[in-house]
């Protein structure tokens, strides 16, 4: 294949990806990604005082943010 036709496949390949993929990976895999190291959870007071109130918020209505 050209180049130029692989380009077009592989655009076609991620434009149907990115389409169907729901976003939120990283919760559907959450606790193997704790399990390796690679995700962790900060309680709200290490937050950026920004996101703070918010997660404090969400962690009194419904025990998670």
Same mark, same amino acid.
């Given at each position: 294949m050209r180049p130029l036709h692989l380009f077009h496949l592989w655009h076609k =390949?991620? /434009?149907? =990806?990115f389409k169907l993929?729901?976003?939120y990976? =990283? +919760?559907r895999v959450r606790?193997? +990604?704790e399990q390796l190291g690679y995700l962790s959870l900060l309680s709200p007071e290490q937050l950026p005082?920004?996101?703070r109130n918010e997660a404090i918020e969400? +962690? /009194?209505a419904e025990g998670v943010f």
């Amino acid at each position: 294949m050209r180049p130029l036709h692989l380009f077009h496949l592989w655009h076609k =390949v991620f /434009a149907i =990806v990115f389409k169907l993929d729901c976003g939120y990976t =990283v +919760l559907r895999v959450r606790d193997e +990604l704790e399990q390796l190291g690679y995700l962790s959870l900060l309680s709200p007071e290490q937050l950026p005082e920004s996101e703070r109130n918010e997660a404090i918020e969400l +962690l /009194a209505a419904e025990g998670v943010f």
